[in-house]
């Protein structure tokens, strides 16, 4: 049976019901079809932000079922997406180590803070503020994010690392410049990966391309031992200038933790000061001075060493055996009689005890058995000023993205969508996926597409999604251990090429010049300040925004004149004769306090253009709108031509019109004898108050 509409306000999964048996089996298929793609793309996309592989799966689990059942579309597929992983990792990477303890904690904090952000707007049904992103800002910054997406993930294709700095297209720099570095091992890896998904999509696009690939890469890396990883002390490192980079390295970590330990000290007896002798205390503003210092010191010191372990990070060795201990020389500086292994290997990460390095391929590890640990986000009170205008760009973004999905797929079904709850059911998802280890998420074009191919008929099908994502947590782990990190950057790379749409852009400029320079200042502006990403689109948005209030600041206003069939039409584009009894005038646009001075010269230079005409008639089809500015404005008008002999007539007035002009006492004013219902009614009332003698004068109406 069905339930009732009060119960379904509450639980909008409960529309699902009842449900038949083909339904179900429709259900459990499209499901299963969807983990097929979105377990490796999870994993995928949760390195893409920054975190652990396995960080996906836990993206995938919870959230994906609770996005279902609290949103509005039936076959709505959420999840990691590339945008919202892209502008995850853009925000954090600033604050702290991509992949550290820390960097995760932020990772799920954002979870939250997005989550709550989409909530509370879809609570109090504020779903039209993505209005404020328009389609043409949305273009230009998803061109450019799918661009950075994918330079960023040429380093993993390669093998090559990639530095992290506050300017992308420096790191993209150093990794074209290693290009002669590229371990041919990892690049087949990912080539072979790229051509199997192409090839089934081309061919074939029913079968789960992305698994195939997945598959039967982690299957040859396996079988061909792909990766090779090995341990060594900074005194196994032959190279004096790595051996200098990584005792500078040390010694600066010493002092990072030193000063950590510092601040901790030093921000548990300011909380006691304020308690004590108050916030403005000579001591407290003392030692937050100290503070301040101490965090200065300490992001100077984070940042050398971030430059340190790029350096290091692309330095390679060859590994030779003296004596039976393993030691490393830069490459091409083996002694004569000495020979290396024959691989190449990079130090993956440095430490005070022992190094990390690299000879063979990447891949993604043990990934942990089980359910995420389930628990309320640690906070971190001193990143949440950081993160707010984060939150809200991934919020705001991550919900117009779902949207657009949502709608496109009801134009197909015919369901109704209801943007609010949407905003509901992905704020709950991100909520729910923060207590789950899980990062921001949205909707997913490719796996909602896949969805609905897949028969999909309501929300079950997610439901059943993430039940088979749960049983790849708990059984199926051990299989991803040798998934390599070149696969999932080609999963990667195949996803965003389709985000990158350049006719788009063309189309918002043949639309409107002014949408298209929003486009491609917003694609040039994102490009730039890549890794923030978020700066880009709050430019694009700013300007468009700001376009658009001087569009409206400067509305065409016509002078009308009668054309050969009768109607009136601009007099100067069809080159018509004025009139010597009346001034006709347009005005198409909202009259209000950003116009109004434009709406007072345009009158008055039209009028005085015809000094004759002792009518002037204001046609007011085009005007939507008057506030208080656009009142006052035409109230001094009426009576300053009325003071000079002029008569101000108008026509075509909208009720929200009339409404402000008799609420503001203008229409007792103008009276009602001066407002007619259309254009040739006034014209006609006109003529017939101005007598006979002005014979055929260019605007009187044409006889019936």
Known sequence: MAFPPVFQKFLPFLRWFPMGGPTIRADFIAGLTVALVLVPQSMAYAQLAGLPAYYGLYAAFLPVIVAAMWGSSNQ???????????????????????????????????????????????????????????????????????????????????????????????????VVKQVGDTHWPTLAMGAVAIAIMWAIRRRAPKLPGVLIAVAVTTTASWLIGFERNDTATVEQIMEPEAKALLADFGRTETRIAEINADITAKSAALKKLHVEKGELSHDAITINYEIELARLQLKDREDENRRRNRAIRSMVFEKVSLDGTPRYFALGRVPAEHSSDGRRWRIAKAGSDKLKLVGGGEVVGKVPEGLPPVGLPKISWDMLGSLISAAIVISLVGFMEAISIAKAIAAKTKQKIDPNQELVGQGLANLVGSLTQSFPVSGSFSRSAVNINAGAKTGLSSVFTGLFVLLTLLFLTPLLYHLPQAVLAAVIIMAVIGLINFDAVKHAWHANKHDGIAAVVTFVATLAAAPHLDNGIMVGAGLAIGLYLYRTMSPRVAILGRFHDGTLRDARIN???????????????????????????????????????????????????????????????????????????????????????????????ITQDNVFATADLALAAIYARHGDHAGEDALRPVAA
Do not use: C
């Not at 018509?576 to 209000?592: C, E, I, K, N, Q």
């Not at 010269?601 to 005409?613: G, Q, R, S, T, Y």
């Not at 409404?659 to 006492?665: F, L, N």
């Open 76 to 174: 709505l597929g959420t999840g990691p997406v590339a945008v919202a992983s892209l502008l995850t990792a853009s925000s954090l990477t600033p604050l702290a180590a991509p992949g550290s303890e820390q960097f995760v904690v932020l990772a799920v904090m954002l979870a939250l803070m997005v989550g709550i952000v989409q909530l509370a707007l879809g609570v109090f049904k504020l779903g039209v503020i993505v209005n404020f992103l328009s389609h043409p800002v949305i273009v230009g910054f998803t061109n450019a994010a799918a661009m950075i997406i994918g330079l960023s993930q040429v380093n993993k294709l390669i093998g090559v690392p990639m530095g992290r700095s506050e300017h992308f297209i420096e790191d993209i720099w150093g």
């Open 575 to 669: 080159n018509l004769p004025a009139s010597d009894v009346v001034t006709a005038v347009r005005f198409d646009g909202r009259l209000y306090f950003a116009n109004v001075a434009y709406f007072e010269d345009a009158i008055l230079e039209a009028v005085a253009a015809n000094p004759k005409a002792k009518y002037l008639l204001v046609v007011g089809d085009g005007i939507n709108e008057l506030d208080a500015s656009g009142e006052e404005v035409m109230h001094h008008i009426v009576q300053r031509l009325n003071g000079n002999g002029v008569t101000v007539v108008f026509s075509g007035l909208k009720k929200q019109v009339i409404d402000v002009m008799r609420a503001t006492g203008l229409f007792e004013v």
